[in-house]
T-cell receptor, first 117, second 115 residues
Framework: GAVVSQHPSWVICKSGTSVKIECRSL??????MFWYRQFPKQSLMLMAT?????????EQGVEKDKFLINHASLTLSTLTVTSAHPEDSSFYIC?????????????FGPGTRLTVL | AQSVTQLGSHVSVSEGALVLLRCNYS??????LFWYVQYPNQGLQLLLK??????LVKGINGFEAEFKKSETSFHLTKPSAHMSDAAEYFC?????FGQGGKLIFGQGTELSVKP
């Protein structure tokens, strides 16, 4: 149980284009999902918290107009990188919060490797 | 504010040897603590979690961790390393009261296992 999927697993795009990444909780409902980015050999940096039916909460320093997050249902959140540039190339990972016996646990997707040329 | 410090960005052990990955936390409220493992180009997999019940927590793949409040530590151990344990390990802390379950991660420790 508690499986989270991401699509696509990798994407290459040209500078200036937009890319959408999907995050799905497959066997549970997630009122909250999180989006992280990870640079090589580094830890995960939280970008935003996505709550179903409301606006995402962005971490300090993350451009909300560049990284659009939509959480339209209890099983799907999307991250759109708008007007992507080479510096946006990174590994993007989502997680879904699954309350279990009072202890919230995040289950992570497999990640999406974005390369912007 | 909460924070996590993982001592040692890289740990190398021989196959069959004890694995010890260190994690110290800082939290002004009772923490929830987690260990995750990440294999190359993959997401994170939950190894174990501490949720204020038993201080010795057993996880998957033979790993366990002990919560020591006096030392503000949550070190991860495994009695005998296997080649398949080679991966990146992340310790994380969560404040369930004020942060909506947001996780604060440590810097990560890369575990290498020598044959």
């Amino acid at each position: 149980g508690a499986v989270v999927s991401q699509h696509p697993s990798w994407v290459i795009c040209k500078s200036g284009t937009s890319v959408k990444i999907e995050c799905r909780s497959l066997d549970f409902q997630a009122t909250t999902m999180f989006w992280y980015r990870q640079f090589p050999k580094q830890s995960l940096m939280l970008m935003a918290t996505s709550n179903e039916g409301s606006k995402a909460t962005y971490e300090q320093g993350v451009e909300k107009d560049k990284f659009l997050i939509n959480h339209a249902s209890l099983t799907l959140s999307t991250l759109t990188v708008t007007s992507a540039h080479p510096e946006d190339s990174s590994f993007y990972i989502c997680s879904a919060r699954a309350p279990v016996q009072g202890a919230d646990t995040q289950y992570f997707g497999p990640g999406t490797r974005l390369t912007v040329l | 504010a909460q924070s996590v410090t993982q001592l040692g960005s890289h740990v190398s052990v021989s196959e069959g040897a004890l694995v010890l990955l260190r994690c110290n936390y800082s939290s002004s409220v009772p923490p929830y603590l987690f260990w995750y493992v990440q294999y190359p180009n993959q997401g994170l997999q939950l190894l174990l979690k501490y949720t204020s019940a038993a201080t010795l927590v057993k996880g998957i793949n033979g790993f366990e961790a002990e919560f020591k409040k006096s030392e503000t530590s949550f070190h991860l151990t495994k009695p005998s390393a296997h080649m398949s344990d080679a991966a990146e390990y992340f310790c994380a802390v969560s404040d369930i009261f004020g942060q909506g379950g947001k996780l604060i991660f440590g810097q990560g420790t890369e575990l290498s296992v020598k044959p």
